[in-house]
């Protein structure tokens, strides 16, 4: 398997802001895929991107998130390490491409990729670059083959899985994966455990249907489950409710700003994450991004 385009990689990685503090293109043969083990038949890779989940046993590999096209040779080494069964689906989280830059690879191998309908939308018809040019869509065979609303039920390996969409949070196609016989919930990106929330509004992202999505993480999940988020380390069900917490402290103290006709820089100038900051891991940037991002959200509603 060849990767796609590196240009094209590079756009999708500046769109899903991972680019922030590199210096140039990222060098993947130095990077190398982890694996976590989580339960006797589900593990976690960590490589470059997000973080990919792999369930499996005699029905094959059912696997959330591909992360990046030149890492697709190296994931699939990863997997056969733990089992020689086929990969047989991929479900995608949301459409940044530290999630799905590998689908064209793992499709040509046999997968099924299986997203929410506005996903497969979004990779057949990407926003612009951010220099303008037009987005790049990905090919035929990287987009998903099943979609769905709502719910999805699957049985595979001897568990359920259910993909559980969560509207209009991280961005307008995120999709929840719970596994309620192995008590392990993946997020995708609209829940991380490292730095601030991010509201991609330019892919149909919001603050409401991502304060909506972490209420929706909190109810499935019990004391002692294992929620895997896009980034970071695994967390349990407080920490979740932390970081909503957190989100609504923020959005509370922008939207008294903007009830006072403050602008934009004026309620980046008031600083209203400050005394937050300490409790979130890889702060960086990523505050001000927020504050922006629910500004612009509660502005426009008004």
Do not use: W
């Not at 951010?130 to 035929?140: I, S, W």
Request: with cysteine; charged share 20%; aromatic share 6%.
């Amino acid at each position: 398997m060849r990767s796609v385009r590196i240009i094209v990689l590079f756009a999708a990685m500046v769109a899903c802001g991972v680019l922030a503090h590199a210096q140039g293109a990222p060098d993947f043969s130095k990077v190398e895929i982890k694996a976590n083990k989580v339960t006797d038949k589900f593990y976690t890779l960590d490589g470059q991107g997000g973080t990919i989940g792999v369930l499996f046993g005699p029905d094959g590999v059912f696997m959330v998130d591909t992360q990046f096209a030149p890492l697709s040779d190296k994931i699939v080494a990863a997997i056969k390490r733990l089992t020689p069964q086929p990969i047989k689906f991929v479900v995608n989280t949301h459409v940044h491409g530290d999630h799905t830059g590998g689908d064209e690879n793992f499709g040509k191998l046999g997968a099924t990729i299986i997203s929410r309908e506005e996903l497969r939308y979004r990779l057949a018809h990407p926003n612009p670059n951010a220099n303008g040019t037009p987005g790049v869509a990905t090919a035929a065979a990287g987009l998903p083959k099943q979609t769905y609303r709502g719910m999805m039920t699957m049985f595979m390996d001897g568990e359920q899985i259910q993909l559980i969409a969560v509207p209009r949070a991280h961005t307008d196609g995120d999709t929840m994966v719970y596994f309620p016989g192995l008590d392990v919930i993946m997020t995708g990106d609209f829940y991380r455990s490292v730095q601030y929330p991010n509201v991609d509004r330019a892919n149909g992202g919001s603050l409401q249907g991502l304060l909506d999505g972490l209420g929706t993480v909190i109810g499935h999940a019990g004391p002692n489950t294992k929620i895997i988020p896009g980034h970071g380390t695994t967390v349990d069900r407080n920490a979740v409710i932390a970081h909503r917490d957190i989100a609504v402290s923020v959005r509370d103290r922008v939207a008294r700003l903007v009830d006072q006709g403050k602008s934009e820089d004026e309620v980046v100038a008031a600083k209203v994450t400050a005394d937050l900051d300490p409790k979130i891991q890889e702060v960086g940037t990523t505050g001000e991004r927020f504050v922006r991002q629910v500004y612009a959200e509660l502005k426009s509603a008004r």
